[in-house]
């Protein structure tokens, strides 16, 4: 899934938006996360509602971050769609849903603009909140 790279983070919709829109905070992580050789997980669901929120505007932008050699576009596995179900009522939106399973699986984090998405999720510790 991540070619050898350990996963360290999962990006969420508002991670990779505020990345499209210049964010310093996601870049740096994303940086020091590659500097370990380490993955950056972007669930499929959150690019496309990211693209959505952007209104593909900075499509290039979204390209670079798709081939950055840190991040991995992950899809949802159909097997898993029951847990996806109990995850969507818990964090209120598909997106994530995606990302919260992810992180669950990976042992990892979501990065966010808003944890509140998440706080019904292990309690709300899966989440890394954007700081700018």
Not at 61 to 87: G, Q, S, Y
Not at 97 to 116: H, I, Y
Request: a negative charge; charged letters at 25%; aromatic letters at 4%.
């Amino acid at each position: 899934m991540t070619q050898g790279r350990d996963a360290k983070l999962v990006l969420d919709t508002s991670a990779i938006t505020a990345w499209v829109r210049g964010s310093v905070a996601v870049g740096e992580t994303l940086a020091e996360i590659n500097d370990e050789n380490g993955a950056v997980i972007i669930p499929l669901w959150c690019l496309i509602e990211a693209g959505h929120n952007t209104a593909m505007i900075e499509r290039e932008r979204l390209e670079l971050l798709i081939a950055h050699p840190a991040t991995f576009l992950i899809t949802d596995d159909a097997e898993d769609w029951e847990a996806l179900v109990a995850l969507r009522a818990l964090t209120g939106r598909p997106d994530c849903a995606s990302a919260a399973m992810l992180a669950l699986d990976l042992g990892v984090d979501v990065m966010t603009s808003d944890p509140r998405w998440y706080k019904g999720v292990a309690d709300g510790r899966i989440v890394l909140r954007i700081e700018e």
